[in-house]
């Protein structure tokens, strides 16, 4: 079974404060993804990474960074958190980038404050 | 521009019948169509796919049909069970000529199958 895991499940945070989100996937997948889901308004893929090292913008960007440093890890950077990036953090990885087939993590509840 | 649409944010429906779920898209280069199951406090977990060149898949109880002229694709759960009671989310895969990707998510229709 894929297993994809995320630090923590909720996390409360000031306005201003430097927030890290870790995700890890245990099948070896070459791609990882960070989606933020919020009411009425489904997933928005915030990035991607399709390699080590590699990232790309997704719809909704801005306020975020991210870095993949190691296969299994990929960590979503809030550089400055805003009370507008209250929301839930969904991570995922995959195999195939075209099939669509992601497996998710169970979610960080943030809640800045 | 919401590319992926949910129409209908709720559906409720008699255990043992059939459950519906639609979605209509815009984009006409979408490669792949999805649809995931959410229930609460979990990430969502993929139940089945279809690609734009079939317009049928079957997968057990969960058969996904696409209608490529409407731009439309449902979700057919049949018998439906209690334990099918969730949020139900569609989504579109693209992989542009440029290599950039979109996975597109519709809002979310819940399902509640009544026993």
């Known amino acids: 079974d894929v297993k994809v895991t995320q630090s923590s499940r909720y996390l409360v945070k000031r306005t201003g404060e430097k927030v890290f989100l870790e995700c890890v996937q245990d099948?070896?997948?070459?791609?990882m993804f960070w989606y933020r889901q919020d009411p009425g308004l489904g997933l928005r893929l915030i990035y991607f990474s399709y390699d080590v090292k590699m990232k790309e913008k997704g719809d909704i960007p801005e306020g975020y960074s991210v870095s993949r440093e190691k296969k299994e890890r990929f960590s979503l950077i809030l550089e400055s958190a805003s009370t507008n990036q209250t929301s839930m953090y969904l991570c995922?990885?995959?195999?195939?980038?075209?099939?669509?087939?992601?497996?998710f993590g169970p979610g960080t509840r943030l809640t800045v404050t | 521009d919401q590319q992926v649409k949910q129409n209908s944010p709720s559906l409720s429906v008699q255990e043992g019948r059939i459950s519906i779920l639609n979605c209509d898209y815009t984009?006409?280069?979408?490669?792949?169509f999805l649809w995931y199951k959410k229930y609460p406090a979990e990430g969502p977990t993929f139940l089945i796919s279809?690609?734009?060149?079939?317009d049928k898949n079957e997968d057990g109880r969960f058969t996904v049909f696409l209608n490529k002229s409407a731009k439309h694709l449902s979700l057919h759960i049949v018998p439906s069970q209690p334990g099918d009671s969730a949020v139900y989310f569609c989504?579109?895969?693209?992989?542009?000529?440029?290599?950039?990707?979109?996975?597109?998510f519709g809002s979310g229709t819940r399902l509640l199958v009544r026993p």
């Open positions: 099948m070896d997948h070459e791609n």
């Open positions: 989504a579109a895969s693209v992989l542009e000529m440029d290599s950039s990707y979109k996975l597109i």
């Open positions: 995922a990885s995959s195999l195939s980038l075209l099939t669509g087939e992601q497996y």
């Open positions: 984009n006409s280069m979408f490669d792949y």
């Open positions: 279809i690609s734009s060149i079939k």
